[in-house]
């Protein structure tokens, strides 16, 4: 039986999207009245400009139970089965949402929640397209990725707090303080929730290294088929120096740059970066 690979937007897998069939349903922003579809019709440059002009974040929302049945029964004309993923359901109704459209088209169409975000969604979304393409059956697929969602690094370090902070995440005392000191928190996913780690101090050139390393102590045992390095339209040279150190202390076939969409940019803001793979 053929089987679909798809996701929601918030995957924010980029080019690997067309090279490996994966279907992708927007998640939606809204700017004031005006409402666009993550990675369609939005760009983060346009998020950063609007939060500057009215100190405010952007609305985001997920698609409706009707969305994702129109979405559902276009692959099932081309496709036996879907395997849908979806940003975690502590972040999102979209699982929620998706869940309840699936259960229309009996049993052809399996969702799961990835307890995860970004790069960390798209971790488990390329794990099921590798299987997929291994010649792996739907019950296989699924079973393994469900296997793995807790095994999944995702995390990563803001420059600023300001868009957390504006999302009702931190404190107006944590962001000032953090501003004064030079404080950048680590924050990370715990079964399913984001929640604040190690505070890292100083600048994000230096500290990033840092990161990584104590990414390599915490997981030296590790799937080494890829490692995302995942930014909001961050400084080069913080990319650059991130890439740089991963493959310096790891051993990863592939080291891919992603660049997260708008759905997560809304909510983390400019310079954002992590180092996201699958541990042992």
Known sequence: MSIRITSDSTCDLGE????????ILPLQVN???????????????EIF????????????????????????????????EVIHFNISAKSSGSHNMAKQA???????????????????????????????????????????????????????????????????RVSGMVKMAANLLKI?????????QLVPGKKYRGKMSFLIKQYVEDLKQQYPNYDKTRCFVTHSSADQELVDAAKERV??????????????????????????????????
């Not at 700017?31 to 440059?45: K, M, Q, R, S």
């Not at 592939?254 to 969409?261: D, F, L, M, R």
């Open 16 to 23: 690997l999207v067309a090279k490996h069939n994966i279907g």
């Open 184 to 192: 950048h928190p680590l924050i990370y996913m715990d079964k399913g």
């Open 247 to 280: 493959k310096e202390l790891f051993d990863f076939d592939e080291v891919i740059e992603t660049v997260a969409g708008s759905i997560v940019t809304s909510h983390c803001g400019r310079n954002t970066l992590g180092v996201l793979f699958i541990y042992e």
């Open 49 to 80: 400009k609007f939060v500057a002009e009215t100190k405010m974040l952007p609305k985001t929302s997920a698609p409706s139970i009707a969305d994702y049945q129109e979405f559902f029964k276009k692959q099932l004309e081309t496709y036996d």
């Open 102 to 168: 699936a259960e229309e088209f009996g049993g052809k169409v399996r969702v799961i929640d990835s307890m995860a975000l970004s790069s960390g969604q798209g971790l488990l979304v390329m794990k099921a397209a590798d299987l997929l393409a291994q010649g792996k059956n739907a019950d296989e697929i699924e079973e393994t990725v469900l296997a793995l969602r807790e095994k999944v690094n995702t995390s990563f370090v803001p420059d600023s707090l300001d868009y957390l902070h504006k999302g009702g």
């Open 31 to 45: 700017l004031d009245a005006n409402a666009y579809f993550d990675g369609v019709d939005i760009t983060p440059e």
